[in-house]
């Protein structure tokens, strides 16, 4: 009898295993270009790996924390725009006021960040159709990250310095497909309702000389995303290189960034930023108080064949004693109606 119970259990179990929807998300892959939160790397060209002045620079390169000397608490948003609008139009402060997408929020101290993000959002909502079948479909999915940046310069050798990201992460999966038989009538295909949760570590390090300063990242090195129902995966690990030329207000930088493996998707970045600054004066604390402008210029692209296979850039900055404002345009072939337009505030800390 016992015997019998467990067969029925065991077949049971083979038959719901069977009907068990498979993953519609096949890739886990994050650090690319176009999802990078901060203006300020958009501006030059989509990849900052040796820049510290960048508040978000733990996202691109926890090593430059190594190199900050004052709090900041920044959060970058993206304006959800799908009209066509010259750069004028797109940077002035009724465009800023639309409806927007939250990307990072960041705490940063002294060799050491706090941050949130949104990893993704995605939701999708349509009937498609399939060998002459139509179906309905839903698919919405959320993944949260929590990050923890620490860095730390060699005594020995204050020129080397490095950082790590720590990942927490975690979010849920909702899908539902359906076949129409009718205006009204659907029979169910596959649902899942699964959470998800998981981590990741990003390694970073930085190289100064007298006039060159070098930056690598190894992105989601170490990673892994544990399903309640589905085995566990890891994300796509990526690593960026790059160098930069600084000359008292003047930067440019060149890098690229890739999957570690054999892959044709690597990205080339060319950036370039200049700043201008006026009216210096000191607080009542002695803190240097003035006036600056940012001017960011770059472009990016796996082989730079055509226009359309170019992202090109541009982004400015407008920083006031502790306060600042920066903003970027990151635009595929030129089509501003098809551009990401990332803007971002910040305030210094004691």
């Known amino acids: ?32 270009p176009e999802n ?9 060209g989509g990849l900052n790996l040796t820049y510290s002045g960048d508040p ?28 066509e609008m010259s750069i004028l139009e797109a940077t002035s402060l009724s465009n800023t006021l639309k409806d927007k997408q939250f990307k990072y929020f960041s705490l940063s101290t002294k060799k050491a960040a706090f941050t949130y993000q949104p990893m993704s959002r995605v939701n999708i909502s349509e009937i498609i159709a399939e060998n002459g079948v139509n179906y309905n479909l839903y698919h919405d999915f959320m993944l949260d990250k929590v990050q923890l940046s620490i ?25 539902l497909k359906e076949r129409r038989i009718g205006s009204t009538t659907f029979t169910r295909e596959a649902f899942i309702d699964d959470k998800v949760r998981g981590f990741s570590t990003d390694l970073g390090f930085t190289l100064d000389s007298e006039t060159f300063k070098f930056g690598l990242t190894a992105y989601d090195l170490f990673s892994r995303l544990y399903w309640e129902n589905y085995s566990s995966k890891p994300i796509q690990s990526r690593i960026g290189l790059g160098a930069a030329w600084v000359d008292d207000n003047m930067l440019i930088s060149v890098g690229l960034q890739g999957k570690i493996s054999k892959s044709t998707d ?28 940012l001017l960011r210029l770059g472009l990016y692209s796996q082989d730079f064949y055509g226009t359309k296979n170019i992202h090109f850039t541009m982004g400015s900055g ?29 305030v210094g800390l004691p």
């Open 56 to 83: 978000y620079c733990s996202y691109s390169n926890p090593a430059l924390l190594a190199e900050v000397e004052q709090s900041s608490l920044v959060t970058s948003f993206r304006l959800a725009n799908d009209e």
């Open 318 to 346: 407008y920083n006031y004693s502790i306060f600042r404002f920066d903003f970027s345009v990151n635009s595929a072939g030129m089509i501003l109606k098809e551009s990401e337009y990332l803007f971002s505030l910040g």
């Open 151 to 175: 860095a730390a310069k060699d005594e020995e050798r204050s020129a080397l310095s490095a950082g790590l990201n720590l990942k927490y992460l975690s979010g849920r999966l909702v899908y």
């Open 266 to 293: 690597t990205t080339y970045h060319l950036g370039f930023q200049n700043s201008w600054s006026w009216g210096q004066s000191y607080s009542q604390a002695g803190r240097p108080i003035q006036h600056s402008i």
């Open 36 to 44: 990078n939160v901060s203006p300020i790397a958009i501006g030059m």
């Open 1 to 32: 009898m016992k015997r019998s119970i467990l067969i029925i259990l065991a077949v049971g179990i083979a038959s719901l295993a069977a009907q068990q929807a498979a993953l519609p998300i096949t890739q886990y892959d994050y650090a690319i």
